[in-house]
C-alpha cells in the first residue's frame, strides 16, 4: 500500500492566491515526521517545511504552511500569495519513528503547480 | 550551507554500458541515498548507507549496485544499462536518521540510455 498519497497530478493558481496541495500519509508508528520539498524545473529539490507527528501546533514558515490534521492523517501544503516562481513539483515525504528503526525518507509522487499571473 | 554534488548532469549511454554516478557531500554526514524520478512515480528509493561500507537495499534495488568506501562519497553503479534505467537519479545526505531529520538532496543526473 502507498505509504504516501498525493491525488492532486496538476494543479493552476492565479498568481496572488492561496493554493492548498493534498498529501495523505498511512502508518502504524506513533512517532513520524511529514515533509514538503519543492522542485523546480532545475531539478533540485528544496526542503520547505515539516510537521512531527507530536507537534501540536501546525508548522510555519514564510508563505507556507502546513495543515495537519492527525485523526485523517492528511498533511496538506497551503502556499499563501502564490507567486510565479512556485511553479514547481512539490512532493510530500514521510519518515517513520522508532517503531520502524528509522527509515528514508518515503515519497508521494507529486503535484505540479502552475501559477498563472 | 549543505553541498551534495553529483558527478553529472547529464548522461547519454548505449544499452549494456557500465555507468558510475557519483555523489559527494561535504557535511560529515552519516547517511546517504540514491532515488531515482520518474514521471508519475515520484522518488523510489534504490538503496541507502548508514555508515560506511554499509549499504541496504531500498525499494528497487534490481539491477543497481552501490559502494560507500569513504564517507563523505555514495556511488552508484549501472553494471550493464538497460532502456528502463532511462531516469533522473537524485543523490540525498543526511547526518542521521531521526525522525525530524532533513535530507538534502543534490541537482540530480538525468541519464538516457539508448
Known amino acids: 500500500a502507498q505509504k504516501i498519497t498525493q491525488t492532486q497530478p496538476g494543479m493552476f493558481v492565479q498568481e496572488k492566491e492561496a493554493v492548498t496541495l493534498d498529501c495523505t500519509y498511512d502508518?502504524?508508528?506513533?512517532?513520524?515526521?511529514l515533509f514538503w520539498y519543492k522542485q523546480p524545473s532545475s531539478g533540485e529539490m528544496i526542503f520547505l517545511i515539516y510537521?512531527?507527528?507530536?507537534?501540536?501546533q501546525n508548522a510555519t514558515e514564510g508563505r507556507y504552511s502546513l495543515n495537519f490534521q492527525k485523526a485523517r492523517k492528511s498533511a496538506n501544503l497551503v502556499i499563501s500569495a502564490s507567486q510565479l516562481g512556485d511553479s514547481a513539483m512539490y512532493f510530500c515525504?514521510?519518515?517513520?519513528?522508532?517503531?520502524?528503526?528509522?527509515?528514508?525518507?518515503?515519497f508521494g509522487k507529486g503535484t505540479r503547480l502552475s501559477v498563472i499571473a | 550551507d549543505v553541498k551534495v554534488t553529483q558527478s553529472s548532469r547529464y548522461l547519454v549511454k548505449r544499452t549494456g554500458e557500465k555507468v558510475f554516478l557519483e555523489c559527494v557531500q561535504d557535511?560529515?554526514?552519516?547517511?546517504m541515498f540514491w532515488y531515482r524520478q520518474d514521471p508519475g512515480l515520484g522518488l523510489r528509493l534504490i538503496y541507502f548507507?548508514?555508515?560506511?561500507?554499509?549499504?541496504e537495499k531500498g525499494d528497487i534495488p534490481e539491477g543497481y549496485s552501490v559502494s560507500r568506501e569513504k564517507k563523505e562519497r555514495f556511488s552508484l553503479i549501472l553494471e550493464s544499462t538497460s532502456t528502463n534505467q532511462t531516469s533522473m537519479y537524485l543523490c540525498?545526505?543526511?547526518?542521521?536518521?531521526?525522525?525530524?531529520?532533513?535530507?538534502?538532496f543534490g541537482p540530480g543526473t538525468r541519464l538516457l540510455v539508448l
Open positions: 540525498a545526505s543526511s547526518l542521521f536518521l531521526r525522525v525530524q531529520e532533513t535530507q538534502y
Open positions: 502508518t502504524s508508528d506513533q512517532s513520524y515526521g
Open positions: 510537521q512531527g507527528s507530536y507537534d501540536e
Open positions: 515525504a514521510m519518515r517513520e519513528g522508532l517503531a520502524s528503526g528509522n527509515t528514508p525518507l518515503v
Open positions: 557535511m560529515d554526514h552519516e547517511n
Open positions: 548507507s548508514y555508515d560506511v561500507k554499509m549499504k
